[in-house]
């Protein structure tokens, strides 16, 4: 079974240093990866995604992440925290396309990350 | 283009009422899914239709929660004797097709509040 754990629920940083936001995932097969963010009182918005072709993926507003098979790990990184970057982060697995319900996303329970000024 | 749309933004209801939840999905996409987010928590599956396919029930949590759609067009979440445990964000998403690669696009879901 798939299944992922976001390794901090909480996260704070000073704006202007570097994010890591940890995620590590199991899978049976080669997964599907995500990265949501949500910010308050709005819905879930792609980051980045991981889809077995290049391990690092660049995502939007600055953010990457690194597929790392041997870690089982997909975490999250940014250089330079920014204020407008706090909000809540979601790493995502999906089962590759050998299995049935491919399409269910299966999600962290989510890291609040925390910008200080 | 718009994205996926729910209404309402909030609702308020008291323990044993029936609430719907409408979603509007983006135009074209032919996969539609339902998650529910309890506070603190991630997002859980409960339904995924796709086409004219049976949808995928399996994440439903009861017999109280069912789900249509027509075509491929609104889907509306409908919770039957609403208990306080139902009490949760009720999120859409939307993807052109599905399979895993195929990226699903929130909607900023129905905050459902049972009294």
């Known amino acids: 079974a798939q299944s992922v754990t976001q390794l901090d629920s909480h996260v704070s940083v000073s704006e202007g240093t570097p994010v890591l936001l940890r995620c590590n995932y199991s899978?049976?097969?080669?997964?599907?990866l995500f990265w949501y963010v949500q910010h308050p009182n709005k819905g879930l918005q792609l980051l980045l995604k991981?889809?077995?072709?290049?391990?690092l993926v660049k995502g939007i507003n600055g953010f990457e992440a690194e597929f790392k098979k041997s870690e089982t790990s997909f975490h999250l990184t940014k250089p330079s925290a920014h204020m407008s970057d706090a909000a809540e982060y979601f790493c995502?697995?999906?089962?590759?396309?050998?299995?049935?319900?491919?399409?269910?996303?299966?999600f962290g329970t989510g890291t609040r990350l925390k910008v200080l000024a | 283009g718009a994205g996926v749309s729910q209404s309402p933004s909030n609702k308020v209801t008291e323990k044993g009422k029936d609430v719907e939840l409408r979603c509007d999905p983006i135009?074209?996409?032919?996969?539609l899914y339902w998650y529910r987010q309890r506070l603190g928590q991630g997002l859980e599956f409960l339904i995924y239709?796709?086409?004219?396919?049976?949808?995928?029930k399996s994440g439903l949590p009861s017999d109280r929660f069912s789900a249509e759609r027509t075509g491929e067009s609104v889907s509306t979440l409908t919770i039957q004797r609403t208990q306080q445990e139902d009490s949760a964000v009720y999120l859409c998403?939307?993807?052109?097709?599905?399979?895993?690669?195929?990226?699903?696009?929130f909607g900023a879901g129905t905050r459902l509040s049972v009294l």
């Open positions: 995502v697995v999906t089962p590759s396309d050998y299995t049935s319900g491919t399409y269910k996303y299966i």
């Open positions: 135009s074209g996409h032919t996969a």
């Open positions: 239709f796709q086409g004219n396919s049976a949808p995928d």
């Open positions: 998403a939307s993807s052109l097709e599905g399979g895993a690669k195929n990226i699903q696009y």
């Open positions: 899978s049976s097969y080669s997964p599907s």
């Open positions: 991981y889809t077995s072709a290049a391990t």
